[in-house]
């Protein structure tokens, strides 16, 4: 039995309903890309534009004291999902933009330090010097890995990263020589998006700890699938995305510890962020607007927060499992199909739902097209992971990805699906 | 089935068994081109044919989907050997067949008419052009060029 009632569940989402290629039904399989939306998510944007759609944080008139209120009921409430200070989560375009404040208020520091002006305090923390490193690892998606290669090219910084095992994993063996007295920051995913591997935060955070770098999580395929709490992380900084985790497109987060975002400079400035502006110079906000320049997604917000609503409602613990169950399910379908071989530790322990796989002889699009003939809605190419696959020697992958609105029915079909694609192509 | 008007018996035909494939050891022009969202690569080398150096020799390795792959192969059939203006003339008409504003031209296109079923998925398009689109960066450079000697063996 599982753990969800998904069948319920499913009527949430409008879109699951609509078919797709010739009368097919929708089987979606591609939530690592992004979600789906429940109707309470859809309703509350609506709701906001058509009851108190105002400019927050601007203007005295009751909309926009209601729409101040919205947005900021929001983010006390996206807080507390992962146990954070309400004013310690800055909104954002999407984990993308949070990363890059993160990478762009080292270069800002360090670009300041040269100029010889004083710091704010605790700004030191994120000025770079020639040769000293910034740390990632082999399985980042290319949004916590090209801010970083820029960051370095920029500052002479030395980019190093921690490698994969054969079997999926970090090599945290090399953490030890890959984290120096020199590392500054160490930027690594929670879970990947192309092998959906869990790593251990602990591990590699007190690595960093030892020498005293910066730690930044990119926990956009953890915090929609698994229970995440600042408090159980040792980290100095989490982004993630809204639109994964049941929220709308348009809204990421960057929670971050209170005296680093209080001593980081601006990312974007403009309006909003500031405290002081004359035509000279201008003196900025304290934290989170700091770094909320000009008109923030209201709307947005107050969708992401119906979002979290919706999922606490289900329990984290719940999603997991019932992820949990697919993934394992998924894991014995596709060893059992032969010529077909996961990238990706192939136990479900410390694993998400990010299933990615080759077929002999058939390339990745080939077999996402047949699925796609069959309803089924895959991710296919390198998941903006290219560095994944070349270490795994594939040119690409075919990824399925589960989440709360797909059953034991949605792995039988991707099997079937892939023994279909090798009967289409004659291998096998 | 639409699956079945893109995959045509010929196209499988040409992904199982490319013509041409295998790069040659002389060349004018090499290009590399790559489609950033799925990870395709195709190095194509052009080479001015010594016998009249108006026409081009080509060769190529690839990798990637069974359209890539077989639309490089057709590309071998079609333009190994001809002029830039009749590659050209290939190119423009493969893209407009696959923009849906021009009809099959079989004189033209030869077996890369079956690749028109790619014009039911926009996210195939790019994957049937890959190889044309290299072959005609690798063209220009190519007669951009004097025939030099060190480049034809
Ligand atoms: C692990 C990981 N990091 C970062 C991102 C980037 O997210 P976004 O495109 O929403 O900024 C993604 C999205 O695919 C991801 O899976």
Redesign the pocket.
Known sequence: MSLLDVATLRKDFPILSRSVRDGKNLIYLDS???SQKPTSVLDAERNFYETHNAAVHRGAHQLAEEATIAFENARANIASFIGAQTNDVVFT???????NLVAYSFLNATLKSLTGAPLPAGAQRFVLAQGDEVVVTEM?????LVPWQELCAKTGAVLKWLGLTDDGRLNYADLDTVITARTKVVSF?????LLGTINDVAKVSAAARAVGAIVVL????SIPHMPVSVEKLDVDFI??????MLGP?GI?CLWGRNELLASMPPFISGGSMIETVTMEASTFAAPPQRFEAGVPMAAQAVALSAAVDYLQAIGMDKVAAHEHELTTAAIAALSEIKGVRIIGPTDSHDRGS?VSFVVDDIHPHDVGQVLDSLGIAVRVGH???WPVCRRYDVPATTRATFYIYNDLNDVKALAAGIKQAQEFFGSN | MQLEQMYQEIILDHYKRPHGKGLAESFNAEVHHVNPTCGDEITLRVTRDPVDDQKLLVSYDNQGCSISQASASILFDQLNDQTLATGEQAVDHLVAMLQRVEEPNEDVLGDGIALVGVSQYPARVKCALLAWMAWKDAAIQALGQEVSTEGEK
């Not at chain 1, 980042?140 to 916590?144: A, C, F, G, R």
């Not at chain 1, 995913?189 to 998006?193: L, P």
């Open positions: 690592g890309a992004t375009k999407n984990a993308t933009e949070a990363l980042e998606h290319h949004s916590n995913t929670h879970q990947s998006n990119d926990a956009c395929q982004a993630w995305s809204g639109h994964k497109m990421g990010a998941h903006c992971a």
